[in-house]
């Protein structure tokens, strides 16, 4: 039964605004920079900008651009800073969109559309990615009924190139790579993806959705950055999100074509309605003004000497991160992460052991599987936690190696779920992992312990039992508490 009812009266405004901010009291804390994902924040100075500029055009929609040319000016600009940023030149078009979903769903639906004009003989149209892609991509899969042929990564987490040219076959139309993928933060080989697209004349889409924004700073401070943007030839298509290191309002992202033939492929109109002719480039209908108008604001407030010093400081973060993580041992980075974007794991200690501790130390970070880690995008605000950080790492990691008796009654605990999962109903199954359902989440809320749950989804025997435990967890978290 769900317990809320639609309110009768109006409350007052003071009683909604103290509900608002009890319930936040379990939140994660991300202004203090003890979250390491979810929220991208530069200090309260851009902040306010972003704040100001959203409530400006709060009313505002996006829809029609004829009936706001101040969004219109706003979106068209924010797309030409961006694709200027990422070597383009006048030919690049683009729009924005709600974020690096929707920018990557919709550089699926127009390579989807770009094949059915070209290549008509093509019914089954397929996108080779690889396996550490992201899964917007299989939900693009999922919503245009393209297939997804996952590639083999490199032992440094990269696409391999070989894998991708062996994946191929005659109904291929895109190939992948990111800049960086989310995971590792490495960024994929994208010249030599690009020559294999050009080669098989096919799409490539760079996934910079998180690096977009940072990688061309990162360089001009002098970091090595590979090749990733549409200086290099063969790359068709490009995703940026403005949410992140753009340090833009949430609802933000570009997406950016390299011809206009293939954005038209994104485009959708219809002239049979009742009510007009209606026509919208990307997902949405009505688009919130805010996001649009924050995102013009804080690119041109910030400007790239303003983006250069954050970088800075996130590049000097990162290297205090690693060096810091080196020294305390037991703990390391995967790969060679490009920027900043990290995964921590250990070979000797259970690293969702170290992630529990950490949790209980008031840190949130996600938990990663193949390989198990723990994820740091680090950005600014994380300058000012750093050292902290490190001092619970290393207190988490001596912790971690204490608990061998815990961690017996984990493993007991792994096996006997485990050995449930074999003989349970799957009702059942779905009702005991519902009931541990917060440790999912991280444990940063409820402090609980989610190292015996991670294992357990791991070794679930049957992965489609996972998938059916998943979308009963998401039932749950949709549900009124
Ligand atoms: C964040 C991210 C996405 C998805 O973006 P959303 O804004 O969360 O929809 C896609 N790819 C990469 C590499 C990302 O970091």
């Not at 994660?28 to 900008?49: C, E, I, N, P, T």
């Not at 480039?281 to 003004?289: C, F, H, K, S």
């Not at 001092?391 to 190696?401: F, G, S, Y």
Request: net charge neutral; glycine share 8%; with cysteine.
């Amino acid at each position: 039964m769900n317990p809320i009812s639609f309110p009768a009266r109006g409350h007052t405004r003071a009683s909604i605004f103290d509900a608002m901010r009890a319930a936040r009291a379990r939140d994660v804390k991300w202004q203090a920079g003890r979250v390491f994902s979810l929220v991208f924040d530069a200090g309260d100075d851009v902040r306010a900008v972003a704040q100001q500029a959203y409530e400006l055009f709060f009313a505002e929609n996006g829809l029609n651009p004829t009936a706001f040319p101040s969004l219109r000016k706003f979106e068209t600009e924010v797309v030409a800073m961006v694709a200027a940023l990422l070597g383009g030149d006048d030919a690049i078009v683009g729009n924005m969109t709600s974020g690096g979903t929707e920018s990557i769903l919709m550089a699926v639906k127009a390579a989807r559309d770009y094949a059915r004009k070209i290549h008509p003989e093509i019914k089954m149209p397929e996108m080779i990615l690889p396996v550490t892609a992201h899964p917007a991509f299989d939900k693009a899969a999922h919503y245009f009924d393209v297939k997804v042929t996952r590639t083999a990564i490199t032992a440094e987490f990269r696409a391999d190139v070989n894998a991708t040219r062996a994946a191929l076959t005659p109904n291929t139309i895109l190939l992948v790579g990111s800049a960086p993928q989310y995971a590792h933060g490495v960024v994929d080989p994208i010249r030599e993806l690009a020559q294999l697209a050009q080669e098989k004349n096919i799409l490539l889409h760079v996934d910079a959705c998180v690096g977009g924004m940072a990688l061309p700073f990162a360089r001009q401070l002098g970091y090595a950055i590979p090749d990733f943007d549409f200086t290099v030839p063969g790359v068709t298509s490009l995703s940026v999100d403005l949410h992140k290191y753009g340090y833009a309002a949430k609802g933000a992202s570009v997406i950016l074509y390299r011809s206009r033939a293939l954005r038209r492929a994104m485009m959708y109109v219809t002239t049979e309605w009742a009510g007009g002719i209606y026509a919208s480039p990307t997902m949405l209908g009505t688009r919130p003004g805010g996001a649009i108008a924050a995102a013009w604001a804080v690119l041109n407030y910030l400007g790239a000497d303003g983006y250069l010093n954050l970088m800075n400081v996130v590049m000097k973060t990162v290297e205090l991160l690693r060096a810091g993580i080196a020294q305390i041992g037991d703990v390391k980075i995967l790969g060679n992460p490009d920027m900043s974007v990290l995964a921590l794991a250990s070979d000797t200690l259970d690293i969702y052991q170290i992630g529990d501790e950490l949790s209980a130390r008031g840190w949130h970070l996600d938990r990663q599987s193949f390989p198990p880690s723990l994820h740091l995008t680090v950005h600014y605000a994380h300058a000012a936690s750093a050292e902290n950080f490190l001092d619970d790492l290393q207190d988490a990691v001596a912790a971690a190696k204490k608990m061998s008796a815990r961690k017996f009654f984990d493993r007991a605990l792994v096996n006997a779920a485990n050995g449930a999962a074999r003989i349970l109903p799957a009702a059942w199954l779905s009702k005991l992992t519902r009931g541990a359902s917060p440790a999912l989440t991280g444990g940063a809320a409820g402090g609980g312990r989610s190292a015996a749950m991670y294992g357990m989804l791991g070794t679930l025997p049957n992965r489609g039992d996972l998938h059916e435990l998943m979308l009963d967890l998401v039932e749950d978290f949709t549900a009124p508490q």
